[in-house]
């Protein structure tokens, strides 16, 4: 597979894949931007391995992880936090589970986001997911149940919102 | 709320997420920005833009139906390849009236193509013709209809041809004749029982015609070893024009991968298990799961497009064919380039 056979079957894919890990088109836009540049120079190498995608695909990880490292801050950006809606400041109505989970989702610290990204988005198993944030399968269970623990404690405080209007 | 259906709605909320996500184009741009200040290599970033723009294209000449929502209501589609275009160079020149060409399918390799016509009104129970040209040395056209079993021998216009009557438990009925050396004619019919008549006039009528090609814009990724592209068609399914590829075996056709590019969506969704292809929400449906499915299937949501891909195998109907489903709908490029000949007559 060519670089530019690459690009236009998998930077649709790329691009989506790195909204939902930073919840910011313009920052995913970024990180995409400098992996593939990255993956240009070296496409000699990369283009021969057996699943070139998913070398590409963790090079997107491994570079919101670092990139967010760099930054020092766990924050989204605010006009990313508007995209999400109203979800606090409309008690009054029906407030969207789903709109819920979206900030939720963005508030969660950067190796569960990555964790709950690579397992409900990918589907990749434990074992996919380790290997792909370095670290053991213990730990990746650990980050995708602490999680969804807070996605469901986010979901509730609005249930128990919903119930006291 | 249980474990399961948060799960459910946090894969919904990814996807959400996820389209959101920029177009590509702006990142492609951007990448290739730096080699065009390498004059160098300026004729090569020229050459990629122009690859894009071509792969890009056929997306942008999808067939106007009235009524149909635009490019961008679509969301963002694959990256199709470039259409190939199946000439017809023969045709029948007279059809019964109130019946439009809705489908036409064609062997990759060349050597033959189908061509069906029937009403545009799911109410009318009006005649549905096919009709089948291709090489008779053909290689692959097992895949056609062939009207094998034709007997009764027939004039079509100083030609030797053959019919088989409808039957009983049969209303079906079919001509088959030589048109010229090597080209073989199949007409089947179906919608009125022992009119014999009508179908030896639309074989009569066959000629050398003027008609718009059939274009296809598609092509597998990855498939099974077994298993290699064998044709390709476009029909318009309730109303909206719709790709199809077929990847078949070397022999028999017990084992098939089948990929379409619709707007019609699954008939059972909440019967899905959701699953995330392409950074999108999909669908599976196992094999049996309803008496009409009747292979393993997956369905994968594009904005109001549905990319469907369907697994069969004969031999091996209740294994595992998720991971082929998913290799399937993950490298497969499609689209719906312009194609003229929809809703025309002969």
Known sequence: ?165 | MKTDELEILVREALGDHADRAAEPADTIAAVLAPRRRRPVIAYAAAAVVALILLVAAPLFLRDAEPGSSSVGSAGRLMVAPKAVEFPVRIGPTWLPEGIKEQERYALLDGTGMTRSWWSDDPQVNGYNVNVVVYDEYSTTRHWLYGCDDATEQVDIGGKYGRIRPPAVDDQTTCLRFSYEPGKIVVVLMAGSVNDVDTLLRVGRSIQPVSSPPLVVAGVFGELPADLSPGFAGVTRDVGAPGTWLVAVPAVGAQKYVQVNWTTKGPESASLGKPKTVRGRPALYFPAGVRDYIRSDELWVQFGDHWLKVLYHDEKDLKGDHVPWLLKVAESVAVGLPRNDWIGGRP
């Open chain 1, 1 to 165: 597979m060519t670089f530019d056979e690459f690009l236009a079957q998998r930077l649709d894919g790329l691009l989506r894949y790195a909204t939902t890990l930073t919840c910011d088109p313009h920052q995913a836009q970024d990180i995409v931007q400098e992996v593939v540049l990255r993956a240009q120079q070296r496409w000699s190498r990369i283009g021969k391995t057996e699943q070139p995608a998913a070398y590409v695909t963790r090079m997107v990880t491994n570079e919101f992880l670092s990139w967010r490292r760099r930054c020092r801050e766990l924050v989204v950006t605010p006009s990313a936090m508007d995209a999400f809606g109203a979800v606090q400041a409309d008690l009054t109505g029906q407030v969207d589970d789903r709109a819920v989970l979206l900030a939720g989702i963005a508030r969660l610290p950067r190796k569960q986001r990555a964790a709950v990204v690579l397992r409900y988005y990918l589907n990749r198993t434990d074992e996919q997911i380790a290997e792909e944030l370095g670290c053991s399968t213990g730990t990746v269970r650990s980050h995708v149940s602490r999680a969804v623990a807070a996605l469901r404690v986010e979901l509730a405080s609005v249930e128990r919102v919903r119930e006291a209007l």
